[in-house]
């Protein structure tokens, strides 16, 4: 999906990047704590948004090869990709990665994990996972290595959680609909820390807001925090945001209750919550939004279902990413000094 470039994306590069070094001081400073990484092979999984660049940069300038894969081509900014290519990094897929025989990993979905255990490899020292839906696969592993959950970290899960990607997820479906969310009926799938930004935020910007939790004691937390817990069926829903970091969390059977005009918008890391096949081919509504037949019914779908804020946006801000920039370089650091002291397994992560 080819979607115009957003204000921000149209200013040169160069000036966007000294705008984000200006607002990204703890990435800096985390930057200048890594220790030697120069015996360090270190592939990377993430978004290849501008922020991204900010670590990555870090990672080469403390002296570690490096190597990417993009985790969604639909977020991946082309100019950016040029930019760390020239900073020595290549970009490329899970296969190449663990060809290129990495020492560690850091990770938004696990992809080379799931592909390193694919194929047997078994000279990964230890890994950071930092999204939902990577600890979920990782779990399913047969792992020879530690992995450490940088999710469940208190400044990644209840700030950068809870309230930046709400509102940028929010910003970027207004702004590319032109519409508010006043007198809307959104429902949230998932009432984790995502899903609660999402509800808040949504609240505040004027929806009646439901939320659709399986998990008994998050939806006693959402019904405590003013929200209508229902089921999955989107019957009364305008919108339907998903963010729970499970594959198929709208089926077929979700969308077949969805009204006619319902509106679907992915917030969590992956297109795979929304089970796309069952939508079908689609047509352009506007340039962000495609129109599906299901059922006799009209169902809309949000940047091809991909993680909304990136894919059709400029993702979180530049000075609240800072913090989860900042834990991202860190927690590399901590990795290369101490990861090997764990044992295979996934680990909460215990580092600064």
Not at 87 to 96: E, K, L, R, S
Not at 133 to 141: H, K, S, Y
Not at 197 to 205: F, P
Not at 209 to 216: I, S
Request: aromatic share 6%; proline share 4%.
């Amino acid at each position: 999906m080819e979607l115009p470039t957003t204000a921000w994306q149209g200013i040169d590069l160069e000036q966007r990047l000294a705008w984000a070094r200006r607002w990204m001081r703890r990435t800096a400073e985390a930057a200048g704590r890594l220790p030697d990484l120069t015996a360090v092979r270190l592939a990377v999984t993430a978004h290849l948004d501008l922020k991204s660049a900010l670590f990555l940069q870090a990672y080469r300038t403390a002296g570690a090869a490096v190597i990417v894969h993009p985790a969604d081509p639909a977020t991946t900014r082309a100019d950016v990709q040029r930019l760390v290519e020239a900073w020595g990094i290549d970009v490329t897929d899970p296969a190449a990665c663990v060809a290129w025989e990495p020492t560690h990993t850091v990770e938004m979905g696990g992809d080379i994990l799931v592909e390193a255990a694919a194929r047997g490899y078994d000279g990964i020292v230890a890994g950071i996972e930092m999204t939902r839906t990577g600890l979920n696969r990782v779990a399913a592993l047969a792992l020879t290595c530690p992995v450490f959950d940088l999710d469940g970290v208190p400044l990644k899960n209840q700030l950068h959680n809870r309230f930046t990607v709400g509102t940028s997820t929010w910003h970027t479906v207004t702004a590319r609909t032109q519409l508010s969310l006043h007198g809307l009926t959104v429902l949230v799938a998932g009432y984790g820390e995502v899903g609660a930004g999402l509800a808040r935020t949504a609240r505040g910007l004027g929806a009646v807001v439901q939320v659709a939790e399986v998990d008994p004691a998050r939806a006693l937390i959402a019904s405590y925090d003013g929200f209508d817990v229902v089921g999955l069926a989107g019957d009364r829903a305008d919108i339907v945001v998903t963010a729970t970091g499970r594959t198929g969390t709208l089926s077929a059977d979700v969308i077949g209750t969805l009204k006619d005009g319902c509106l679907i918008v992915n917030a969590g890391h992956s297109a795979d919550e929304i089970d796309l096949d069952a939508l079908g081919n689609g047509v352009q509504a506007v340039p962000a939004v495609t129109s599906h037949r299901v059922g006799g019914r009209e169902i809309l779908l949000f940047a091809g279902g991909h993680v909304a804020n990136l894919a059709a946006g400029d993702g979180d801000s530049l000075n609240a990413f800072d913090v989860t920039a900042a834990l991202i370089v860190d927690s590399a650091g901590w990795l290369v000094a101490h990861g090997n002291e764990y044992p295979t397994g996934l680990h909460a992560y215990p580092g600064p």
